[in-house]
């Protein structure tokens, strides 16, 4: 079975800081890997997502995050916080359902909180 | 705009209703998804269908029943058998073919039993 792990619940840093939030998975097949954000009482929205080929992917917002396969991470990271950065982010694994369609496997998530 | 529209953004519910919670897209995309959203748990895969007049169980698929009559439509109804039905609903849909396709996600239902 995939799954993932978000390390921390809540992180908190100050405007201009680095944010650097924890994902590490289980897979016994190649994974694609997905960070999502959620902002209060709305839904899902991409960040970005690993698939095959280059390591290091860029995201939107200037967020990025690097797959490290003998590490099993996907950390996702900011070099300057923003006041907008305050969310809930997500980590999730994808596989294929048999018949067409994936099924995300997700982080229980990452409260991300942004200070002067 | 292409896009998932849930509808109610707020419902409130009696004990031992049923309610439906609505999901509509316009992505022409074959698979649907309904999550359920509780604090520090994540989202977990309720039901999914990948074709019309078809559907599958999913993690925690006790106490809903869903329906996938047309493409564009894929409602979720919360039955009084499920226990606890508190918690905020997303529905999501993707296209069938690649696992390395992201899902599209509507602006869920909050759905509060009083």
């Known amino acids: 079975a995939q799954s993932v792990t978000q390390l921390g619940s809540h992180v908190s840093v100050s405007e201009g800081a680095l944010v650097l939030l924890r994902c590490n998975y289980s897979?016994?097949?190649?994974?694609?890997l997905f960070w999502y954000v959620q902002y209060p009482n709305q839904g899902l929205q991409l960040l970005l997502k690993y698939t095959t080929g280059a390591t290091l992917v860029k995201g939107i917002n200037g967020f990025e995050a690097e797959f490290k396969k003998s590490e099993t991470s996907f950390h996702l990271t900011k070099p300057s916080a923003h006041m907008s950065d305050a969310a809930e982010y997500f980590c999730a694994v994808s596989w294929a359902l048999t018949g067409g369609g994936n099924k995300l496997t997700f982080g229980t998530g990452t409260q991300l909180k942004v200070e002067l | 705009d292409g896009g998932i529209t849930q509808s109610p953004k707020y419902l409130f519910r009696k004990e031992g209703q049923n309610v439906t919670l609505s999901c509509e897209q316009n992505l022409n995309h074959d698979a649907m998804y309904w999550y359920r959203q509780d604090p520090g748990q994540g989202l977990r895969l309720i039901y999914y269908s990948q074709i019309v007049n078809d559907f599958q169980k999913g993690d925690i698929a006790e106490g809903y029943s869903v329906s996938r009559e047309k493409k564009e439509s894929f409602p979720l109804t919360v039955t009084s058998a499920q226990k606890n039905p508190t918690a905020f609903y997303l529905c999501a849909s993707s296209p069938r073919e690649g696992v390395n396709t992201e899902a599209f996600f509507g602006q869920g239902t909050r759905l509060t039993v009083v």
């Open positions: 897979s016994s097949v190649p994974p694609y």
